[in-house]
């Protein structure tokens, strides 16, 4: 009798390979993302920190509706209390209204001036790193140029020579804002341009690159199709650096008097406020203090979190 022929060797009655459920299901680039950002525990922390400091000066003043500007002076200078849960300042006005308020224009500024840097830094990057000879090179002496100003007096310079002319076309508020923005936002893109050109000189000579380029894909094709999408994890963690250090700098310039008016109370001016109470009233400056440190720690560590997420050579 002859022996039978095991199924596993006549190559066409098997059992098939088993196919793990993780190799089977595919998982898309975000959702990948969201699960190496989720292993970042600070980042996850800070995530909701930010989120949670986001939707309190959103829908902080619907749920206090307490004007940022009511003088009492019989409550000045008071503690935290039931009636006012963060105290009140030197005129009696409460504190958590003034700090929900101002608490939307820190973030406004640190978004708006975000946006002009990424804008502006990604601009002059695609453009140097896709160009050669002059105008790479004269792109990126006029960012070495810009990266080598000092940038605090000239901050301080560009808003007592603009900062009257505003006013009156706009408006003190908006004039104020427009201004701030865009000298913060004017003077954070550098960084972003070198780090786009690094990104731009490295992935058009990648093999995907030349392929487009061989099929007869423009310049424009080859940068939005296929360069930028690669190039925009390292500029969204630069982005979130950028937040924080507008919201800084929006601080400083409002402790320094030349920010926005006192009676547009945001975090920086009520520091401000604050500075001559440090001994009678120490919660007046520990309040908006903390904010600013929460606030700024907290995208910081979002950035760490991005950076770790978006980079596929990290083993997360």
């Known amino acids: 009798m002859a022996g039978s022929i095991p199924a596993s060797h006549t190559g066409r009655v098997g059992v098939s390979p088993t196919v793990s459920p993780a190799a089977a299901r595919r998982v898309s680039p ?6 190496r950002f989720k292993r970042h525990r600070l980042a996850l922390a800070g995530a909701v920190i930010l989120g949670v400091i986001a939707l309190a000066v959103l829908l902080g003043p619907l749920v206090w509706p307490v004007p940022i500007n009511e003088i009492d002076f019989s409550a000045k200078l008071q503690g935290p209390s039931w009636k006012h849960p963060l105290g009140t300042d030197d005129l009696g006005q409460d504190l958590l209204a003034r700090m929900l308020y101002g608490g939307r224009i820190s973030l406004a500024v640190g978004l708006a001036a975000m946006f002009i840097a990424i804008v502006a830094g990604t601009l002059v990057g695609a453009i140097a790193g896709m160009s050669r000879g002059s105008v790479d090179a004269a792109l990126m002496w006029l960012t070495d140029l810009f990266l080598s100003l000092p940038q605090l007096p000239l901050l301080l310079l560009m808003i007592y020579l603009f900062r009257e002319a505003l006013k009156s076309l706009v408006g003190v508020e908006t004039g104020m804002f427009i201004l701030i923005v865009a000298v913060i936002g004017g003077f954070r893109w550098m960084q972003v341009a070198r780090l786009v050109r690094g990104q731009f000189l490295w992935l058009r000579e990648k093999e995907f690159v030349e392929a487009a380029r061989a099929l007869g894909a423009s310049p424009a094709r080859q940068v939005f199709r296929h360069i930028l999408p690669n190039a925009l994890g390292p500029v969204i963690v630069a982005g979130t650096i950028d937040v924080a250090a507008a919201i800084i700098a929006e601080s400083t310039l409002s402790f320094l008097g030349l920010g926005f008016p006192p009676d547009v109370p945001t975090w920086g001016r009520i520091l401000y406020d604050a500075k001559d109470h440090l001994d009678i009233a120490a919660h007046w400056a520990l309040i908006p203090g903390a904010a ?23 083993v997360i």
């Open 30 to 35: 975000g959702a990948e993302a969201w699960r």
């Open 292 to 314: 600013i440190f929460l606030t700024v720690l907290s995208i910081n560590y979002i950035g760490d979190g991005l950076r770790d997420a978006l980079d596929p050579r990290r």
